[in-house]
């Protein structure tokens, strides 16, 4: 019934690169407040539904997120743009 979050990422990749590509030119700033933060968000729905665990939770369903976004910074397109920002 539900997609695994590494198809989910196969299938969004080209689309988040493609934002970023287009708004990242001039819209740098809000690209990474709204949109980096409206996909987390997204996300982050997707695992409380998922997950019954996490239904009418999201502070938990954010940490959940974060434990997964540590492990695994290359498996969304933003992800890896937030690190590389971050490092340098």
Known sequence: MY???????????PVIRGWIQYYGRF??????????????DR????????YKRLRGRR???????????????DLFAHWRRVSEVACG
């Open 3 to 13: 997609l695994s979050l590494e198809e989910i990422a196969k299938v969004l990749n």
């Open 27 to 40: 819209y740098r700033i809000e690209l990474i407040r709204k949109l980096y933060r409206y996909l987390d």
């Open 43 to 50: 996300i982050a729905a997707w695992l409380r539904q998922k």
């Open 59 to 73: 502070l938990q369903s954010w940490r959940v997120l974060a434990r997964i976004r540590s492990g695994h910074r």
